[in-house]
């Protein structure tokens, strides 16, 4: 689940004053991108690795898994952008393996997802590159399901040793066998755009994440409107949710407003307007939840996790940006997933329809308040 955190933008055109706040480059390259949701990973007894505060009776943490198939608009060149978890857990280097075998990691309805993709017709030797936003066993899947001339991209600083010839490492050597492997390099910089996949129009953007190597991506899915494919820049909306700005251009919705002033534990959140068992939303400016900095915390340097996070925030307030990270349960159910696209995201309202969902008390994201 981890990274240092990179954009990748496929692009098009004008810029706007929202574009250029966010400094996006132009491009002409629009893409397609649907989501494949691969099932979850729940961590038993253990949700204050991945989020603080844990309140009683939220020890665990189910995160769904997606993946995302990404495909030029004029080529039709697939990429897809993560692969979620393998089925094989117990092939899993040992240290991994025996998490699993204790119940502290555990599975629903997950699915390999080139099982996934067969299914769903999409040829495996049509995708042409695989990008994984950080070397995390739940993102890399089974690269050795794919043909050797699927190519593989690793962000910057990628740990590529393997196992058993480095007892420590979490690879397999079959994570990367027989596949051409791009490391991207970002010496020069720390904040830069580049062109990688010029025939795809694909320039990336990175920034120092949680995870040496993290990497996400930005897809230019109309002319003015982007899916940013955040990875696990955080593994919960209330990590970035609320902020100021995204109060402005999405204010919370009054009957949600209403619901929070009881739902919400005074215990445990507070703002200025706030009383005691009364929660204000409106005078919350910072998010919810934070991530976690304690001991066996999945940010691998808390304090600049926590500078990214504060980035994408950027992107998660902007009306023409749906950031979609890789476990963000409040998309359960609500994201169109495979054959639907994202793409009109925006046309159809469908931020504005869910970016507040996390706190609905009947949403599964939903963590503020003591389960007795
Ligand atoms: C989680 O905690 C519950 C309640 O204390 C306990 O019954 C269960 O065995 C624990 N599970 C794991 C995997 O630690
Ligand atoms: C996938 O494509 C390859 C190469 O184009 C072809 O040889 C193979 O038969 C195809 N597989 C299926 C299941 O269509
Ligand atoms: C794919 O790569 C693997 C690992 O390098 C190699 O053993 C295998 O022969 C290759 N397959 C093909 C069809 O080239
Ligand atoms: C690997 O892929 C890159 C980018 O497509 C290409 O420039 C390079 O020649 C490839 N290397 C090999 C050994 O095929
Ligand atoms: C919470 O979500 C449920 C299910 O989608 C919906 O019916 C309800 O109106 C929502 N409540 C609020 C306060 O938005
Ligand atoms: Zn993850």
Known sequence: MFLSFLFLFLLVSATSASRNHLGIPKS??????????LGSLTVVNSSQIA??????GQESVEFPMFAFLVEHQATQKR???DLGIRTDVENFVPSLSGIFAAGI????????????????????????TVIQSHGH????????????????????GTDTSTYPTDPNAVHLESDFAGHNITELDFT?????WRWTFSGMGVSIWWTHLHMSGHISALARVTPTTFVALGGDTFHHAGQTRPRPELQQ???????????????????YFWSPDSHIGSFDIHSRTQPMLAI??????????????QVSLDKIATFDADPDVLVVISHDISHRGNLPTYPASLNDWKAKNYKEKTVWNFANKSNLAFRFDVVA
Request: hydrophobic residues 40%; contains cysteine; charged residues 20%.
């Open 105 to 128: 990691y555990q599975l629903r309805d997950n699915k390999d997802v080139t099982e996934v993709l067969q299914q769903a017709g999409i040829n495996l030797t049509s995708i042409d």
């Open 249 to 267: 251009n999405f204010p919370c919705p009054a009957d949600l407003v209403e619901e929070l002033k009881t739902s919400v534990s005074t215990d």
């Open 79 to 81: 990429i897809m952008f």
């Open 137 to 156: 066993f739940d993102h890399i899947g089974d690269m050795s399901k794919f043909p050797n001339s699927t190519k593989l991209v690793i962000g910057p």
């Open 292 to 305: 976690s900095n304690l001991p066996g915390s999945v940010e691998q340097l808390p304090a600049i996790a």
């Open 28 to 37: 002409n390259a629009l893409v397609t991108v649907k989501a494949f949701d």
């Open 188 to 192: 020069h910089s720390k904040l830069v």
């Open 51 to 56: 989020i603080s505060p844990v309140l009683p």
